[in-house]
């Protein structure tokens, strides 16, 4: 079982940056593809980015390619995602989620409660 803290959200004006940390328990983190969801009010559950158990591989919607990045550190048992040029139509709860299958794409095994990103314009 893995247990997922993240942290890092706020209140930012647009055009601003944040970084997401996302704190998995256990010692098996470097198994698990990993996961950036967010969700609105009112709208549905969305992928935001992956990356798979080394870190080699990531993956990114097209709503943030060239604003967000994902990246891991497996000693850390750590995962983040860095958010440039924020926009008021990121504003979000943002979770996090652990894979255990081969798939960065799910399903997604574990999940953390969330982070609130809050952009202003």
């Known amino acids: 079982q893995v247990q997922l803290v993240e942290s890092g959200g706020g209140l930012v004006q647009a055009g601003g940056s944040l970084r997401l940390s996302c704190a998995a328990s256990?010692?098996?983190?470097?198994?698990?593809?990993m996961g950036w969801f967010r969700q609105a009010p009112g709208k549905e559950r969305e992928f935001v980015a992956a990356?798979?158990?080394?870190?080699?591989?990531?993956y990114g919607a097209d709503s943030v390619k060239g604003r967000f990045t994902i990246s891991r550190d497996n000693a850390k048992n750590t995962v983040y995602l860095q958010m440039n040029s924020l926009k008021p139509e990121d504003t979000a709860v943002y979770h996090c989620?652990?894979?255990?299958?081969?798939?960065?794409?799910?399903?997604?095994?574990?999940w953390g409660q969330g982070t609130q990103v809050t952009v202003s314009s």
């Open positions: 990356i798979s158990r080394s870190g080699g591989k990531i």
């Open positions: 256990g010692r098996t983190f470097s198994s698990y593809n």
């Open positions: 989620a652990a894979a255990s299958g081969d798939r960065w794409s799910g399903p997604y095994d574990y």
